[in-house]
Every structure is written in C-alpha cells, then in structure tokens.
C-alpha cells in the first residue's frame, strides 16, 4: 500500500532539499518512493512551477497525466485544455480512488502559496522512526496533508513537532 504525503516549506527551495533527503533514504532502503513531484512558487512569478520526478520512482506507478491534473485542480493551471467545470466531478471522482478528497486538494492549495514549495511523495515500505528521525534535519517543514489515517497522521505530526 502506498500512502500520499505532502510537505510544504516555506522557501522555494525547501521541496527539492526534501526531495534530496528522501532520495538519499530510498538509496539507505529506509523508505521506498513510488512516485515523487514537487511545486515551486519562486516569489513574484504568477503561478508556481510543477515538476515530476520519476527517475527517482521505484515502480513509477502514477504517471505525468496524473500529476497534471491533480496540480491543474489545486492551482487551478490549465491542463490539456479541459473545461474545468465540465471535469471537475470526474476528476475529484478520480481523485478519490487514491485517497485525495476535495478536503485534500482546498488544504493543499491554502498552503502553497508564492514564496513556499511543496514536495508530494507517494511513498512505501517506510521505516517511520529512521524517516522521521532524517526528517528533523530538513529545511522546516509542515505536514499539510496525506491519505493516512487521522492516527497516522497524528502521530507524524507529534514526532516532527
């Protein structure tokens, strides 16, 4: 089972020093990334800048479609020139087979705001007290969202904390 996580840092730089981390813990076999994407939102740029970055995906199970939309929905950027009203229920619907609800995507989009960046990491097979421990050594960081239970949830968040 793969588990959706989304870091927010408060610099543009701070998703890829994340990405950096995780990657480093994928190679020390201490997390398992399954796909990995990060958003950059450089300050006085309009939009923020997307990225996927599946070199560093073990089994690249989402693909580039999949990252667009999801940050087509958040940020509201134009992808592959879908109505937006039309595809809204289809998408959110689509959405919710990987555990992003609509609660999801308005926390996410109330976080990564001009000046921050996100790492989103769909992520398996985690050592959480290795992980969690590296972590601590990240840029500062908030947890803004993730498909885990509220008691997995919880619990990260106590231990970054």
Do not use: C
Not at 38 to 61: E, M
Not at 66 to 83: E, Q, S, T
Not at 125 to 144: H, L, N, R, W
């Amino acid at each position: 089972m793969s588990n959706l996580v989304v870091l927010m840092f408060s610099t543009p730089e701070g998703a890829q020093q994340g990405l950096e981390l995780a990657a480093r813990l994928q190679k020390e076999h201490l997390l398992k990334i399954v796909d990995a994407a990060t958003v950059t939102w450089p300050v006085g740029k309009k939009k923020p800048k997307t990225r996927q970055h599946t070199n560093l995906a073990a089994a690249g199970a989402l693909d580039g479609a999949f990252w667009g939309l999801l940050f087509g929905f958040i940020f509201f950027i134009p992808f592959l020139g879908a109505a937006v009203g039309a595809a809204a229920g289809a998408i959110s619907g689509h959405f919710r087979d990987y555990g992003i609800d609509d609660d999801f995507i308005k926390e996410v989009r109330g976080k990564i705001t001009e000046g921050s960046s996100g790492l989103f990491l769909l992520v398996a097979e985690v050592t959480t007290d290795k992980v969690v421990e590296a972590f601590k050594a990240a840029p500062p960081f908030e947890i803004v969202a993730s498909n885990l239970t509220h008691e997995q949830e919880q619990k990260l968040q106590e231990a970054f904390s």
